[in-house]
């Protein structure tokens, strides 16, 4: 693997026996996004905190989040003092920051929109890129994947399919 993308889920880490990211991730040296839950539960593990939805602790729908700081994973796409559309569609949130983590950008509801440890390449998003909602989502993970974690994008199906038949073929 080149990275790692924690996605969301319907579980809530502050639940015992939530689901959780293996400690190699963290331990293998590779870029981490965390997507929503994602995002809570590499807090959670990483030494930062998550208080419970109810009153106030969640979000849902569109959103505008307010870039404060430079990122690598939006470099030449947002700018400090910016404001992007995003959708939320989250129960708990991150109340404070793990060792390292950075706040990137911010929304009305959520402090720790866009969090950021760039020395370990770990993204927190709360947001949901992977929804049309969130105009640039596919760009952000775009950047992710290529320019974070240095993937060409030149895979394909065909090439695929031709390398394993050649590889059953010398097999046999």
């Known amino acids: 693997p080149k990275g790692v993308i924690l996605s969301g889920g319907p579980a809530s880490v502050c639940d015992e026996g939530s689901p959780r990211a293996p400690q190699c991730v963290f331990d293998s040296g590779l870029p981490v996004l965390g997507i929503c839950y994602g995002q809570q539960t590499m807090m959670a593990q990483l030494g930062g905190e998550v ?13 505008f989040i307010e870039v404060q700081a430079d990122c690598a994973l939006y470099n030449g796409l947002w700018a400090a003092g910016e404001k992007h559309q995003v959708w939320m569609s989250h129960g708990d949130k991150v109340t404070a920051l793990a060792p390292g983590f950075d706040v990137v950008a911010t929304s009305e509801g959520a402090p720790f929109a866009f969090i950021a440890d760039e020395a ?23 950047h992710f994947v290529h320019d974070v974690c240095g993937l060409s994008g030149d895979w394909t199906m065909a090439e695929f399919r031709s390398t394993k038949i050649a590889e059953i073929r010398a097999q046999v």
Do not use: C, M, N
């Not at 208080?51 to 959103?63: I, K, L, N, T, V």
């Not at 370990?120 to 775009?142: C, N």
């Open 51 to 63: 208080q419970r939805g109810g009153d106030g602790g969640g979000e849902f729908g569109r959103a």
């Open 120 to 142: 370990r390449r770990y993204y927190g998003i709360q947001f949901h890129p992977e929804v049309v909602h969130t105009p640039d989502g596919a760009k952000l993970l775009s």
